[in-house]
């Protein structure tokens, strides 16, 4: 994200800087002509960067009106590959050894290591399971639970969670007659429904703000060689 400001800074400082010293000093139309790449340039620069992180940044924002997947049978309605919107809580599974937790993440700074139990992170939902097969999403809003240089957030059973990802195979039941079904995620978010839909709307403030402010510069330097076209003969 700060990135993106610095490029929106940046592009914006190098159009004032373009016509202040060069748009404004051109007495013909060649002089305007030659300055109208550069200036259409920083603005497709602007737009690209105004989309790209809104829309890499506020992913979250289009899940806003997604309903709930809270039970095995709306589940069961969906097919291999469908992204799903799943509401559950952590099932207890083998723990983390010497452990209260099921699920972390370690982050030092420089990369980050999720440990997941090896059969998958079970989620109870409405007469059933969901597991969890994949340890490559996103946690949100997990609670820390380390101490020092070493960031940890953790999830322990019962927790409530919000995962978002693709359907790997519809419920069946298994051995013990539970309803079992699994799902790749791309994230879990700890907390129930109301926080995530306020974290959600909040997470696109910044995003929306870059993406706007882009555009407006964008058309702004865009036409500052059209409007000074006309002046020249």
């Known amino acids: 994200m700060i990135w993106s400001l610095l490029v929106l800074v940046l592009a914006s400082v190098g159009a004032w800087l373009l016509y202040r010293f060069r748009l ?3 007495y013909t139309r060649q002089q305007v002509r030659v300055l109208l790449f550069p200036f259409f ?4 620069i602007l737009i690209a960067n105004g989309l790209a992180v809104y829309y890499s940044r506020s992913r979250l924002a289009y899940l806003v009106e997604t309903p709930f997947v809270r039970d095995a049978e709306e589940f069961s309605a969906l097919k291999k590959g469908d992204k799903v919107l799943l509401r559950g ?7 983390i050894p010497d452990s209260e937790y099921l699920v972390e993440v370690e982050c030092d700074g420089k990369t980050c290591k999720q440990t997941i139990p090896k059969e998958g ?5 409405k007469d059933g399971q969901v597991v969890v097969t994949n340890s490559d999403f996103s946690a949100l809003n997990w ?3 380390g101490e020092g240089r070493i960031s940890k957030r953790s999830l322990k059973a019962g927790d409530s969670v919000i995962i978002y990802g693709a359907v790997e195979s519809v419920p069946e039941v298994s051995g013990e007659g539970v309803i079992s079904g ?3 995620a791309d994230l879990v978010f700890a907390g129930g429904g109301d926080a995530f839909r306020a974290e959600a709307q909040r997470s696109a403030i910044l995003p929306r703000f870059i993406l706007v402010t882009s555009l407006f510069a964008a058309v702004v330097i865009a036409l500052f060689p059209i409007i000074a076209w006309p002046e020249f003969g």
Do not use: G
Not at 121 to 125: H, S, T
């Open 24 to 26: 404004r000093k051109a």
């Open 41 to 44: 340039l920083i603005s497709m």
């Open 89 to 95: 809580t952590l099932f207890p599974t083998h723990l």
């Open 121 to 125: 992170l079970a989620v109870d939902i």
């Open 143 to 145: 609670p820390e639970t």
């Open 182 to 184: 699994k799902m790749q």
